[in-house]
Every structure is written in structure tokens, then in C-alpha cells.
């Protein structure tokens, strides 16, 4: 008997052994939500395929593939939903500071501490030509909206404009008195803004190369800037500790906001609402863009963030930092509501609110198969509708208790309920 039990002991620490194994073999460099509900704010996975910081994150046109450069002189293309590595382009010598993607998404250029920008193919990794123009690092490029053209910012104080299929320089700025460190299109293509040392966000005709506005808001280095989807307004941010939102023909501020430390990085949201700030207090801030107002603040790094992207469709935020991690989270919305024929509307997006009468259960059923379900599913849990929905639709409580087995899913296997209210 004691045999037996000494052979079943065994069995049990050779199983043991081999579920620790097994579990070992999984892909360490990724974490994904999944058979959770999903708020504002959620993570929605994480990427730790990096050694050394990250120096910025780029969505693909389509927001199906993730670019993010490293301090580990490694530019690397990954699924954000599932964290699978497409490509790990290794071209620089040097960090890497800045990527840019064509706006076909083929292409990528990334600029480095090496003095180069170097275009590659973003599925294979495939370099097709080097830029060698600048005297010292490059710390920024960016992609015109046609795809014709690169511009790139530099220590050596310039700003180069060049073509993208050859390489050929077509003009240089020289209106910065220091380092520049930023540099984006207009959504037009025609106006180029650029940011340093010196303090001031400059715009200058971007086939001339004539100065046409400069901005002095800020009191420190402006560190990234981002115009409005519109064009009519621009975001930069520093190490004065503040964000502004100007006017891009006036050079007016419409709000400055002071933060609790340097801010790194800034993008606006792609319908206008929002901008999102990286910042050095470990912490994404998200405000409203037309008044500055803090909407959410993302907690979840654990160093300084120093990038930040919206994905295309403004549902995520992808945010880098300084230990190499790449967070990927539920971006806030603007509220939605859907109406049927009668002018009768359910609301499926959290906290949203709109004026509604009460809606017959048979078409809410229907409404949350369809594509305005798909896109608006939202991100509380079921069990607090009790106090978002009022007593007077218990319709709509009864729809909340058959909501709770819906899988709606936008990411991989994130499961979305829909929640519905009415006032």
C-alpha cells in the first residue's frame, strides 16, 4: 500500500511538472484581455517585446497592425490585438527615436540617433533606401499625406524635406535656433510645423519653406505636436509642464492646461474631441479639446509614458514608456445613439445620454445585432445598470439581464455588453 501511494505522489508531481512546463512555453511578451467587460480605460493588452524604452508607437492606416521604435535600436510591427510579431526591423545603429507610416501603410521611415531615416517595407522589413542628409540625430519624421514626400527633424537644427521613393532632398528649414524636435504635416499637406529647444512651434509653407507663424506659448523645450484633425488647430506640449491648444492661422490659445510634470507626447483623437497627453507623472490625461477639460486619466504604467497614438477608428490608445512596455486601452467615445423608424432611440454607449421614450424590447433585441451594436457596444458590467437605468423603464432592466450573455467582440476575445438607458 504505501508503495502505491508512493507511485500516485509520483504521478502527481510529474503532472504538476508538466502543466508549470507547458505553461512556461507561452508567448512572454504579450497579455490580452479576455472574457472580461470593457470600460474606459481598460487595458486592453500589453506588449513587452522591447529591451529598452520606447521612443514611439504609430498605428497603420487600417489600425490592424502596431509599429513601436525602441532605445533598443529596433523597430518592431505587431497585431494589437494578440501582440503577434509581423516584423523586427533592426536597420539603425542607434535608438531609434521617431517611425511614420506611408499613408498606404506599406511603408515605414524611422529616424535614429544614428543621423539616418530609413524606409522599409512594413511586412517584411526590407530596407529600400537610407537618408543621410542630417549632420547629427534625427529625431523626428513624418510622412506627407500624398506619401510623396518625408520630412525630418534634426540636432543639427533643421528640418529636411525630401522625396520618399528616392531620397532626393527637395528643401531644408532653418528657422530653429536649437534642436528640433518635432515635426508634422498639416492634414492639407501644405503647412509644416516644427518644435525644439528654442521654445516655439513654427509653421512654414511646406513647397516653399517660407516661415508663416510662429507660436511662443510655451516656456520650456516643446517635446510633441499634433494638429486637429481639421487643421485648424494645433496641440504642443513640453517642459513647462503644460498642454496648449492654439489657433493654427492666429496663433491664438484657446486653453493652456499645467500638468504635474514634463509632458513627453500628445495626439489628438480622429474625430476632433479629444487629445491625450504622455506624461512623465506616469499617466496618460485625456481632455476635451475645445475647453481643455480633463475627461480620464490612464494609471496604468509604471514608469514616465513617453508616446502616445490613437488608433484610426479612436476607440484605442496605444502608450509607450520608459521600461519598454507598450499598453494598448479603451479609448472614451463620443456618445452614440441609434433610432428606429419612429424617431425612438436606445443609447449604447456608457454614460451616454439621450431623449428617449421608453423602446418595445422586440426592437432593442434586433438593434443589438446590428452594425451600430457592433460599433457602440460598451464597457460597463451589467450588474450597475440597476442605478444607471431608471425604475420607470423596466423594459430596458429586463433588456440589461438578456444583454448578459452577448459577446460582442472588438478585440479578439474581449467580450462587450451592451447597456442601454434612456431619460
Request: charge should be positive; aromatic fraction near 8%.
Amino acid at each position: 500500500m504505501p508503495t502505491q501511494s508512493r507511485s500516485f505522489s509520483l504521478l502527481l508531481l510529474a503532472f504538476c511538472g508538466l502543466v508549470i512546463l507547458l505553461s512556461s512555453c507561452s508567448d512572454p511578451d504579450t497579455a490580452s484581455v479576455s472574457n472580461r467587460t470593457i470600460s474606459v480605460g481598460t487595458t486592453l493588452s500589453t506588449y513587452y517585446g522591447h529591451r529598452n524604452a520606447i521612443s514611439a508607437v504609430a498605428w497603420s492606416p487600417d489600425g490592424k497592425r502596431l509599429a513601436s521604435a525602441s532605445y533598443d535600436k529596433t523597430v518592431q510591427v505587431w497585431d494589437p490585438v494578440t501582440g503577434h510579431r509581423f516584423s523586427n526591423y533592426r536597420g539603425h545603429t542607434n535608438w531609434v527615436s521617431s517611425i511614420a507610416w506611408s499613408p498606404d501603410g506599406e511603408y515605414l521611415a524611422s529616424a535614429s540617433f544614428d543621423k539616418t531615416v530609413q524606409v522599409w517595407e512594413a511586412a517584411t522589413g526590407k530596407q529600400l533606401l537610407t537618408y543621410r542628409g542630417h549632420a547629427d540625430t534625427v529625431t523626428a519624421v513624418a510622412w506627407s499625406p500624398n506619401g510623396s514626400r518625408l520630412a525630418s527633424a534634426s540636432y543639427d537644427k533643421t528640418v529636411q524635406v525630401w522625396k520618399s521613393l528616392t531620397g532626393q532632398p527637395v528643401l531644408t528649414y532653418h528657422g530653429h535656433s536649437n534642436w528640433v524636435t518635432a515635426v508634422v504635416w498639416s492634414p492639407d499637406g501644405k503647412v509644416l510645423a516644427s518644435a525644439g529647444l528654442d521654445t516655439t512651434v513654427q509653421l512654414w509653407n511646406a513647397t516653399t519653406g517660407k516661415a508663416l507663424l510662429t507660436y511662443i506659448g510655451h516656456a520650456g523645450i516643446v517635446t510633441a505636436i499634433a494638429w486637429s484633425p481639421d487643421g485648424k488647430q494645433l496641440a504642443s506640449v513640453g517642459f513647462d509642464k503644460s498642454v496648449q491648444v492654439w489657433d493654427a492661422a492666429t496663433g491664438i490659445p484657446l486653453w493652456i492646461s499645467c500638468c504635474h510634470g514634463w509632458v513627453n507626447g500628445i495626439a489628438w483623437s480622429p474625430d476632433g474631441r479629444y487629445v491625450a497627453s504622455a506624461n512623465t507623472s506616469q499617466t496618460v490625461q485625456v481632455r476635451e479639446s475645445t475647453t481643455g477639460t480633463p475627461v480620464m486619466t490612464y494609471r496604468n504604467h509604471r514608469s514616465e509614458v513617453l508616446t502616445i497614438a490613437w488608433s484610426p477608428d479612436g476607440t484605442r490608445l496605444a502608450s509607450g514608456d520608459d521600461d519598454g512596455i507598450v499598453r494598448i486601452w479603451q479609448a472614451p467615445v463620443a456618445c452614440q445613439c441609434a433610432s428606429d423608424e419612429k424617431g425612438q432611440t436606445v443609447i449604447l454607449l456608457n454614460k451616454c445620454r439621450c431623449q428617449a421614450r421608453v423602446t418595445p424590447l422586440h426592437y432593442i433585441r434586433g438593434l443589438l445585432h446590428s452594425a451600430t451594436a457592433l460599433r457602440c457596444a460598451t464597457a460597463l458590467r451589467i450588474g450597475r445598470l440597476s442605478s444607471i437605468v431608471p425604475k420607470r423603464f423596466p423594459r430596458l432592466i429586463r433588456l440589461s439581464r438578456l444583454c448578459a450573455g452577448k459577446k460582442l467582440s472588438i478585440y479578439g476575445n474581449a467580450v462587450f455588453m451592451p447597456i442601454v438607458s434612456g431619460r
